[in-house]
């Protein structure tokens, strides 16, 4: 099964940029989807982005969709979540999943249509 590490995470200024990484290992990204998701305190968790491995597909939510970018590296077998023009609401830990393409049920923006996690990172917008 693939494990899944994010990093990238920290404090940034509103207007500001991060870019988030999440790096397979176990098994290759190949043939899988991936999602982004975060979770403000007291919040459910809740999606961000998603991108299929094998076809591009890419999907955002729409507090994000034109300041976030998802994108994938075949070579190092990581999925990144470059953010832009970042808000205070943006605060959360963000997590990286994945499913095996074959096994995907449901939506791309329910936490439930994902089997693996990352162990998430946190991200801090200051106003």
């Known amino acids: 099964q693939v494990q899944l590490v994010e990093s990238g995470g920290g404090l940034a200024q509103a207007g500001g940029s991060l870019r988030l990484s999440c790096a397979a290992s176990?098994?290759?990204?190949?043939?899988?989807?991936v999602g982004w998701f975060r979770q403000a305190p007291g919040k459910e968790r809740e999606f961000v982005a998603f991108i299929n491995w094998n076809d591009g597909n890419r999907f955002y939510a729409d507090s994000v969709k034109g300041r976030f970018v998802i994108s994938r590296d075949n070579a190092k077998n990581t999925v990144y979540l470059q953010m832009n023009s970042l808000k205070p609401e943006d605060t959360a830990v963000y997590y990286c999943?994945?499913?095996?393409?074959?096994?995907?049920?449901?939506?791309?923006?329910?936490?439930?249509?994902?089997?693996?996690w990352g162990q998430g990172t946190q991200v801090t917008v200051s106003s």
């Open positions: 999943a994945a499913q095996l393409t074959t096994s995907f049920r449901g939506s791309v923006s329910s936490p439930k249509s994902y089997d693996y």
């Open positions: 176990g098994r290759a990204f190949s043939n899988y989807v």
